[in-house]
């Protein structure tokens, strides 16, 4: 059923977390491979590849086997976990609860928080900022400030005009990129070989732990975006719209970057110059356009699903607008963050950390997210979701924990921490693998120990779950 809301999405979304109702259900699953297309089409996904080729020594095939191996993992999940939205109608984050309890929840709610609404807002801001600057001539911080104005609002008016905006944003932006990857790749020779570099192992695992750090990075949010999706949808055709918007457009890209990093560019110019300065003036021109327009699609939804994992955590915000009101606050915090990172010029190094580290959290949240919801199968949720329900599970927090300490510790390659094996055997980076399995078995047999509770039959569900937004009987 359309509702006024989808017919109208300048309307603000009020509320914050709570369960979608069958009467405000709305969309095609095909919506997603729009909605995951968009917010990749920017310059962050670029650099993923030129960071394969420039800092991890690699040649432009093996970086690009790298590349499609990091990005088919990731969107594999990002379809899986958008197909769980439609049956309650819940976020990403409040379905996370039963595999972490009603409080155990607060500690991946909490990261997502500041990875999203903060980590992720900050790093495509600054591309886009940056992007906007050197088309314009304007200062840096200008741009920054006009950026954040437009993510800000989209993220304030809420689900359906983000997903308006990332629809015609697909499009517009398909057709600019598709022109710059056409550019680059007639001015790059991908048989060239790498001055002082080569293929390695190393080089490798860290190029797939990249890729899959990005394209993963959207799996805390993926039902956020098909919660409104009528219970009986397709999860076959939500999965693979979700899944292939993900994977293609991550790929094109991030081969592009791995391309663009073969043609020098002068030393003095900021990343995003130098990804176009091979491109003929227009070209250059339109891409830079494209950057920005990426960034406010990639950062719409990073403040509207930072603001949903924050709610997740149990916050109490008696408003009516509580989830808008929150976006705002963080697009002040990351507007901030961004700044700084473009006054220090630390961007490149900052980014590449900033990659592996959405991994490190990530991977295991994942192994422990599939394994509880295998072990659930064809039971309902509707007791242990909801805010009162004083649900229980530490299966999910100890898992997550030593999994991840276990895998950094051991595996880690990052600029400010090596672990003990990859310093010693030159593996590059394992530290996402190595997390998801750990933490996922860790989970199962933990789940055996603790004995956490199971729903009953799924079709006793109730169609509509009350309670799940703390603010729910205060707003």
């Known amino acids: ?197 080569g293929f390695s192992f190393g080089g490798f695992t860290l190029t797939v732990a990249a890729a899959f750090g990005y394209a993963a990075g959207w799996n805390p949010y993926a039902s956020d975006y098909s919660r409104y999706l009528p219970k009986n949808t397709s999860k076959l055709k939500i999965g693979l719209a979700a899944g292939l918007g993900n994977f293609v457009s991550c790929t094109v890209l991030m081969a592009a970057g791995a391309a663009a990093a073969l043609i020098v560019a002068p030393a003095d110019v900021s990343p995003t110059a130098a990804f176009v300065h091979s491109m003929p003036t227009w070209v250059a021109n339109l891409t830079l356009v494209g950057i920005a327009i990426g960034a406010i699609a990639a950062n719409a939804l990073n403040v509207y699903s930072g603001a949903m994992s924050f709610l997740a955590a149990g916050i109490r915000i008696p408003f009516s607008l509580r989830r808008a009101i929150i976006a705002v606050g963080f697009g002040i915090v990351g507007f901030f963050i961004a700044l700084a990172s473009i006054l220090n010029e630390s961007i490149a190094a900052n980014y590449e950390n900033f990659l592996l580290v959405i991994a490190y959290w990530i991977a295991p949240w994942l192994g422990i997210v599939l394994v509880d919801r295998l072990i659930r199968r064809g039971t309902a949720i509707s007791d242990f979701v909801p805010d009162k329900a004083k649900y229980r599970n530490p299966a999910g927090v100890i898992s997550l924990l030593v999994a991840g300490v276990i895998s950094i510790w051991l595996f880690s390659n990052q600029s400010f921490y090596v672990g003990l094996i990859a310093g010693k055997a030159q593996i590059g980076d394992l530290t996402p693998l190595v997390g998801l399995v750990l933490a996922g078995v860790i989970y199962f047999a933990l789940f055996q120990v603790f004995k956490p509770q199971l729903g009953g039959p799924v079709s006793e569900e109730p169609d509509e779950i009350v309670g799940v937004d703390a603010a729910d009987l205060v707003a």
């Open 1 to 197: 059923m359309t509702t006024t809301a989808s017919a109208r999405p300048t309307a603000v979304e009020p509320g914050g977390i709570e369960a979608i109702p069958a009467s405000k259900r709305h969309g095609s699953p095909w919506q997603l491979f729009a909605t995951w297309t968009a917010p990749n089409l920017e310059f962050a996904t670029v650099f993923v590849g030129f960071i394969a080729v420039a800092y991890f020594g690699l040649g432009f095939w093996q970086a690009l086997a790298g590349i499609v191996l990091g990005n088919a993992l990731g969107s594999a999940t990002q379809g899986i976990l958008s197909t769980w939205g439609p049956r309650e109608g819940l976020a990403q984050l409040v379905l996370s609860r039963t595999a972490f309890g009603s409080r155990g929840n607060i500690l991946p709610a909490g990261i997502n928080t500041v990875m999203a609404g903060l980590g992720w807002f900050a790093v495509n801001s600054v591309s886009g900022a940056l992007a906007l600057a050197t088309l314009t001539g304007m200062p840096a911080w200008l741009a920054l400030i006009i950026v954040v104005i437009l993510e800000v609002a989209l993220a304030f008016v809420g689900h359906d005009l983000v997903q308006f905006f990332e629809r015609y944003a697909s499009i517009v932006l398909g057709v600019i990129f598709l022109i710059a990857v056409i550019s680059i790749f007639s001015a790059a020779d991908v048989n060239t070989a790498v001055k002082g570099g």
